[in-house]
C-alpha cells in the first residue's frame, strides 16, 4: 500500500523560508516522479512543482519559481520542497502526490497534507 | 498554459439520481484527461485516468468520455459516499492544470 507522509508545515512569516517533507513507502521510490500540489483555504488545487525519479528533471509553476526547490533522497524515500521568500498567497494545505509522467504528470496517490500559513 | 473549464461549480442531487459533470480543456489535449474525488478535509483521489480508464478499486458507477475538448465524468446512480468536490486536470502538456472544481451537494 502506498503511503505518504508530509511534515514540516507551520506558521511563517511573509520572507520566511520552510522546508517541507514526504515520506514515502509502499513502492519503488526512486521508479516514480514525485510532485507537490497545494490548496488555499476554499480554493482548488494548483500544482506547485514535480520531479523525476533520478531528480535530474525539475519542473516548476510560473508562481513559485525561483522561490521553492523541489529535492529528493531515494536513499532515505524522501521529496523536499524548500520554500522561500514566502508569501501571503503561499498560504494553502500542501499535498506530496507519487506522480505518473504520462506526456505530463498525473497524480496517482496522494498524503494527507500539511497546513502552511504565511502571515505576520 | 492549457485552461480547464468545469461546469457546474456546484449541484445538489439525491441518492440514486444520475450526475453528470463536464470539463471543457482551451486546446487538444487528446485523451490525457483525469478526474479526481476530494471529501472535505481529506486529500484528493484518483477516479479516472486517460479520459475513460477507471482506476482499479474505484466503483463501476462511475465512468468517463470524451468528445473533442469535452470531457464528461458520470456517475450512474448516487451514493451517499459519493457527495463530494471533483477535479479534472490535463495531463498532456506543463504545467498541468486542474478545472475549478465541482461540489456535488445532497438535495
Known amino acids: 500500500e502506498v503511503q505518504l507522509l508530509e511534515s514540516g508545515g507551520g506558521l511563517v512569516q511573509p520572507g520566511g523560508s520552510l522546508r517541507l517533507s514526504c515520506a514515502a513507502s509502499g513502492f519503488t521510490f526512486s521508479s516514480f516522479a514525485m510532485s507537490w500540489v497545494r490548496q488555499a483555504p476554499g480554493k482548488g488545487l494548483e500544482w506547485v512543482s514535480f520531479?523525476?525519479?533520478?531528480?535530474?528533471?525539475?519542473y516548476y509553476a510560473d508562481s513559485v519559481k525561483g522561490r521553492f526547490t523541489i529535492s529528493r533522497d531515494n536513499f532515505k524515500n524522501t521529496v523536499f520542497l524548500q520554500m522561500n521568500s514566502l508569501r501571503a498567497e503561499d498560504t494553502a494545505v500542501y499535498y506530496c502526490?507519487?506522480?505518473?509522467?504520462?506526456?505530463?504528470?498525473?497524480?496517482?496517490?496522494w498524503g494527507q497534507g500539511t497546513l502552511v500559513t504565511v502571515s505576520s | 498554459d492549457i485552461q480547464m473549464t468545469q461546469s457546474p461549480s456546484s449541484l445538489s442531487a439525491s441518492v440514486g439520481d444520475r450526475v453528470t459533470i463536464t470539463c471543457r480543456a482551451s486546446q487538444s489535449i487528446s485523451n490525457y484527461l483525469n478526474w479526481y474525488q476530494q471529501k472535505p478535509g481529506k486529500a484528493p483521489q484518483l477516479l479516472i485516468y486517460s479520459a475513460s480508464s477507471l482506476r482499479s478499486g474505484v466503483p463501476s458507477r462511475f465512468s468517463g468520455s470524451a468528445s473533442g475538448t469535452d470531457f464528461t465524468l458520470t456517475i450512474s446512480s448516487l451514493q451517499p459516499e459519493d457527495f463530494a468536490t471533483y477535479y479534472c486536470q490535463q495531463s498532456y502538456s506543463t504545467p498541468p492544470t486542474f478545472g475549478g472544481g465541482t461540489k456535488v451537494e445532497i438535495k
Open positions: 520531479l523525476s525519479g533520478s531528480g535530474s528533471g525539475t
Open positions: 502526490a507519487k506522480t505518473a509522467l504520462v506526456v505530463t504528470a498525473r497524480f496517482d496517490d
